[in-house]
């Protein structure tokens, strides 16, 4: 069983920045993949970032040039560093980490961008 645990999440300005990050109870490495997944009230889970086991990176069309998610393995985290948020980026994010069929996920942290 893999326990992912997500912080960094908060209240921020539009315009501003945020790093969350995902702490995984494994090793990162030998998962194929990890993501961050959000879910804004009222709306379906949608796909913001994924990156596999060998580096690749995956993002929602909506959000390539603001959003970057990176990882490092020593640490077993990945993390997702979000730039020139809107409030339209306010939902609860979550980490999902994919090994072979198997899925896992966090219990979300929650990101609300409001002045």
């Known amino acids: 069983q893999v326990q992912l645990v997500e912080s960094g999440g908060g209240l921020v300005q539009p315009g501003g920045s945020l790093r969350l990050s995902c702490a995984a109870s494994?090793?990162?490495?030998?998962?194929?993949?990890m993501g961050w997944y959000r879910q804004a009230p009222g709306k379906q889970r949608e796909l913001v970032a994924a990156i596999t086991s060998g580096g690749s990176t995956n993002y929602a069309d909506s959000l390539k040039g603001r959003f970057t998610i990176s990882r490092d393995n020593a640490k077993n985290t990945v993390y997702l560093q979000m730039n020139n948020l809107n409030p339209e980026d306010t939902a609860v994010y979550y980490c999902?980490?994919?090994?072979?069929?198997?899925?896992?996920w966090g219990q979300g942290t929650q990101v609300t961008v409001s002045s």
């Open positions: 999902n980490a994919r090994i072979l069929v198997k899925y896992f």
């Open positions: 494994g090793s990162i490495s030998s998962f194929n993949a």
